[in-house]
């Protein structure tokens, strides 16, 4: 459970956190609830997704590989997200 609460959906209303949350559901990543959090500080969100899209979302890597990098590094720091 996060200490951290979560942003209520139902109350975003800006179209591109909207946007975000809704890729999140569907996509799996980021996670939805994470996503939830950083939603407090919509700056913070918007920056977050914009390095996450240009990391994870494109480039010359393929994305499997980069998945198995984000859960080794995970793993690793023994992160519970």
């Known amino acids: 459970m996060?200490?951290?609460?979560?942003?209520?959906?139902?109350?975003?209303?800006?179209?591109?956190l909207v946007r975000y949350l809704e890729e999140s559901h569907r996509i799996g990543t980021p996670r939805p609830e994470t996503q939830s959090i950083r939603f407090h500080v919509p700056a913070v969100a918007k920056a977050f997704m914009h390095a996450w899209d240009r990391i994870f979302r494109s480039g010359i890597v393929e994305h499997s590989l980069?998945?198995?990098c984000r859960v080794?590094?995970?793993?690793?720091?023994e992160c519970e997200y």
């Open 2 to 16: 996060a200490r951290i609460s979560y942003v209520d959906e139902r109350t975003l209303r800006d179209p591109e």
């Open 66 to 68: 980069k998945e198995l």
């Open 72 to 77: 080794y590094v995970s793993k690793t720091i």
